[in-house]
């Protein structure tokens, strides 16, 4: 009787996994085409603009602003980067904005001095790019966004007459965007009035500076294959709106790399500051609200974490971010800008939470599966099938790694980017738990820095 159970308790063990492995192997194979999809619709888009009109008088105002915090490392390459295209006049006026809030380490300079030397050493000219120093001290850096917003307010207002004409870009101190990026904004701008909030796409990069391990490398490629996957699918899938399937597209915007129309942050009372991730907060007010996101196909290239111990701290920060729907659902319907039926906003939650907790759950579920293959192999029961099912686990962490979906990835080595996925996908997934840990206790303080 105890073989004949153990036996049934095996059979459905092994068709359980069996299962799991092939739903793993549909979910990259679907995965697969839509990175194939998506990179070539960017790049249909990019080619059309490199030969569309030549530009013509800017009606409209773009605002570059980027929020500087515990960045004296990285500053003083960030601020030669917003010369550059302060200089070239690819925007309206950059902004630099650094807290109060921000101590300086002993001995060293702090964020704004850094800043403040590098501009000068530069020769830049305040009219196109300007250092503001944010008094505020709040526990997010919506502060430091929202100052920049009013800077460009009292700057350009006057000038365009309408808030609709002005737009205000968000970029982090790693955020090296596309020249094209602006030119591609101009662009749309110019033939779709209606959408006020737009998110460009993103490549993931290596730092270059100091040493970094194989994790930064499979973060970079796990990363940008989830932008090109998935993101973009989202995003056309929302785009029209008419829908209940299309209102309930579950994407935002990434925090950097996003455009938002003066008007509408009017609308919605600035950058929000209820909950950590402005960004996400952001781009779920826009969705709640029932407003488009464009998007553009010119790339902000952003660096990901050097370290498995700062990837840990990033990662459980963003999914710490993923979890706040629930208070952006109840902002909206406080502020009354909820435009989504009850229906839709449970249908959009439930696929929002969806994200997070299969992210922590299939690392479980992955390491459990294999180790069930692994004990059948001990008692010798391991079959053909069993030995297919091991290919396709391991190919799931593995699979991004051998397509090349940025540029700056294609030079490293394919051992180099197999060893780098198996190293950071396991620590994406566990950084759930500290996360929904973080979730449970209503902890909305800003997570410890990322070291550059």
């Not at 153990?6 to 085409?33: D, I, Q, Y």
């Amino acid at each position: 009787m105890d073989s004949d159970t153990r036996t049934r308790s095996s059979g459905a063990s092994r068709a359980a996994v069996g299962a799991f492995a092939l739903a793993l192997s549909l979910r990259r194979a679907w995965e697969w085409r839509q990175v194939r999809l998506s990179r070539t619709g960017a790049q249909r888009t990019l080619d059309a603009l490199a030969a569309g009109r030549a530009p013509g008088v800017r009606e409209h105002r773009v605002v570059c602003v980027v929020p500087l915090y515990v960045e004296e490392e990285l500053a003083a390459e960030t601020v030669a980067f917003w010369v550059s295209v302060a200089e070239q006049k690819l925007c309206d006026q950059v902004l630099l904005v650094t807290t109060v809030k921000e101590e300086p380490r002993q001995g060293g300079r702090s964020t704004h001095e850094v800043c403040e030397r590098e501009l000068e050493r530069l020769g830049a000219d305040p009219e196109r790019i300007a250092l503001l120093h944010c008094q505020e001290v709040t526990r997010f850096r919506a502060s430091q966004l929202n100052l920049a917003v009013e800077h460009a307010r009292a700057r350009f207002l006057p000038e365009v007459e309408n808030s609709s004409r002005l737009w205000i870009g968000v970029y982090n101190a790693d955020s090296r965007p596309q020249h094209e990026t602006f030119a591609e904004l101009d662009e749309r701008v110019a033939d779709d009035g209606t959408t006020r909030l737009f998110q460009q796409l993103v490549d993931y990069v290596v730092p270059e500076r100091g040493r970094a391990g194989s994790v930064a490398v499979g973060n970079a490629v796990l990363q940008t294959w989830w932008t090109w996957s998935h993101y973009v699918a989202r995003n056309r899938r929302g785009r029209p709106g008419g829908t209940v399937w299309s209102r309930t597209a579950p994407y935002s915007t990434f925090g950097h790399g996003e455009f938002a129309r003066l008007d509408f942050l009017d609308h919605i009372g600035l950058f929000p500051d209820f909950a950590y991730a402005d960004g996400l907060l952001l781009g779920w007010i826009a969705r709640l609200a029932g407003e488009p996101i464009g998007l553009l196909a010119s790339r902000d290239v952003a660096e990901v974490p050097r370290r498995a111990r700062d990837l840990l701290t990033q990662q459980t920060a963003w999914l710490r971010g993923l979890l706040n729907f629930d208070a952006t659902a109840r902002w909206c319907r406080e502020q009354g800008v909820l435009r989504l039926s009850p229906l839709e906003v449970r249908f959009l939650r439930a696929q929002h939470l969806a994200i997070p907790v299969g992210w922590g759950l299939s690392t479980v579920a992955l390491a459990a599966s294999g180790a069930a293959v692994a004990r059948r192999a001990r008692r010798g029961e391991a079959a053909a099938h069993d030995l297919a099912v091991v290919a396709a686990l391991v190919s799931y962490p593995v699979t991004p790694a051998l397509v090349s979906t940025a540029a700056s990835l294609r030079g490293v080595p394919l051992s180099r980017r197999v060893r780098g996925v198996l190293a950071s996908w396991p620590l994406e997934g566990l950084a759930f738990w500290p996360a929904l840990l973080s979730h449970l206790g209503r902890n909305q303080r800003a997570p410890a820095k990322t070291p550059r």
